[in-house]
């Protein structure tokens, strides 16, 4: 499919079959037999390749991508691969045009990828080609971000973006050759040292210290109720609230793209039934959602309840809103089966052991005063023997405990639509 032939003073061409059925020449100038039977190769698979309609394999890609601008124009001038378009290929060029064409994520998402656009922008530049960032590159930005102080966690899903961005830069042919954030960590890892167990004590004086009923339903829903804050506390609206049975409705954003992952139900839990029928009661009339301040994006709820925290005496504690509702699978798995809280929670067994389950000060206190029972004296059970169980296990550092755990939960009554 692909040859090369000899022109005077040791200049070589290579003959390519295209699809149109003409050979056409590709002039490479005075080079050695071997260069030009590299060039030969990697031609005959790009030829192979346009005529079965199927993409490059990843070698080809990233010869593609390592060629000078004039080697790759020639092949271009013959319709073998796209032109290189080194405006859209430009960094902040590119990122702005993806998020903009993005309409099918939530702003969640696009938020995210403007701010892993603004960490790329800072270290490479507003203007830097995408096609010349390398591997080594991507890890010079990573420890860039390492420098600037922000978490592991962070930097991962970081990685993750950028990963996703040059994807889709490789799919639009912009970039050729291997993603270089490839191989590079992006999966968050559990951090048992920014957890926090949130006791009862410490809410109620937070509670207490708010400015508004519509704060204290933020702080009772995140810590009793579990939801995830701000996507499903602000996503709640009254008529998700069934008082006859007990139960409500909540709303998920976050897991809305996984099949029957848009909502789910939980306990209307006395905790937050006398919260919830005291802002009930308050409501203007027509209120849809329960939650109608506090709803616009520049809101920064973090902050608001930092200030609350410290009006009530309370030194605010690493990722405020997730320990709470991790406080809160904590003390309902002290009582219910762990499938009940996962599904009232709306998350994993695995995800809950790995981020949310946490190992109290109170488990110790519990196993110091009360002695395990000797395996020959469990009637009609022996020794465990599930080792998977055993070393799946939670191996968090202990934290402060607070409160009762577990008491007062309302399991609702069975439902057919629960």
């Known amino acids: 499919m692909a040859s090369i032939a000899n022109d005077p003073g040791g200049r070589k061409r290579v003959l390519v079959l295209c699809v149109d059925g003409r050979r056409r020449p590709i002039r490479l100038g005075k080079c ?4 030009a039977e ?16 199927s993409a490059f394999d990843d070698a080809t890609s990233a010869w593609v991508g390592s060629i000078s601008e004039a080697l790759h124009a020639k092949i271009s001038s013959i319709g073998l691969v796209k032109p290189r ?29 403007r701010q892993v656009r603004s960490w790329l922008v800072d270290c490479f530049g507003e203007t830097k080609d995408m096609r010349s960032i390398g591997a080594c590159d991507a890890e010079d930005w990573r420890l860039f971000m390492i420098r600037e102080g922000l ?20 799919r639009r042919g912009l970039v050729h050759g291997v993603n270089p ?17 949130v006791p009862r004590e410490t809410v109620e004086k937070i509670i207490d210290a708010c400015t508004d009923l519509e704060w204290k339903l933020i702080v009772v829903l995140s810590r009793y109720g579990g939801l995830r804050c701000p996507s499903e506390t602000l996503s709640l609206k009254w008529s998700d609230v069934n008082w006859e049975q007990s139960v409500i409705r909540v709303p998920s954003p976050k897991t809305a793209h996984h099949d029957g992952g848009d909502h789910r139900f939980i306990p209307l839990f006395p905790e937050l039934r006398r919260h919830l029928l005291a802002a009930f009661e308050a409501a203007a009339d027509g209120n849809e959602f329960v939650i109608t301040r506090y709803r616009q994006q520049s809101s920064n709820l973090r902050t608001q309840l930092e200030r609350i925290c410290v009006k009530a005496g309370v030194e605010p504690w690493l ?11 904590t003390e309902l798995s002290e009582t219910y089966p762990e499938h009940v809280v996962c599904a009232w929670l709306g ?72």
């Open 85 to 113: 378009n080194a405006g859209r290929a430009v960094l902040g060029t590119f990122v702005d045009a993806y998020v903009a064409g993005r309409s099918d994520v939530k702003p969640r998402t696009l938020t995210n990828l």
């Open 347 to 418: 998350n994993s067994s695995r995800v809950a052991r790995k981020h949310y389950l946490q190992l109290t000060d109170a488990h110790f206190e519990k196993a110091a005063q009360n002695p395990a029972q000797p395996a020959q004296d469990r009637r009609g059970q022996g020794p465990s023997t599930n080792r998977r169980n055993d070393e799946n296990s939670l191996t968090c550092q202990p934290v402060a405990a607070g409160g009762n755990a577990g008491q007062e939960g309302h399991y609702p009554r069975q439902d057919s639509n629960l």
């Open 319 to 329: 990722k405020l809103f997730h320990n709470m509702r991790s406080t809160r699978q």
């Open 38 to 53: 590299t060039v030969r190769m990697f031609i005959e698979k790009i030829a192979a390749a346009n005529a079965n309609g």
């Open 181 to 197: 954030f490839e191989g590079m960590a992006a999966t968050v890892r559990a951090d048992t040292t920014r957890q926090f167990f």
């Open 32 to 35: 050695d037999r071997r260069s």
């Open 151 to 170: 978490g592991e966690n962070t930097i991962r899903r970081h990685v993750g973006r950028a990963r996703q961005l040059w994807k889709a830069a490789i």
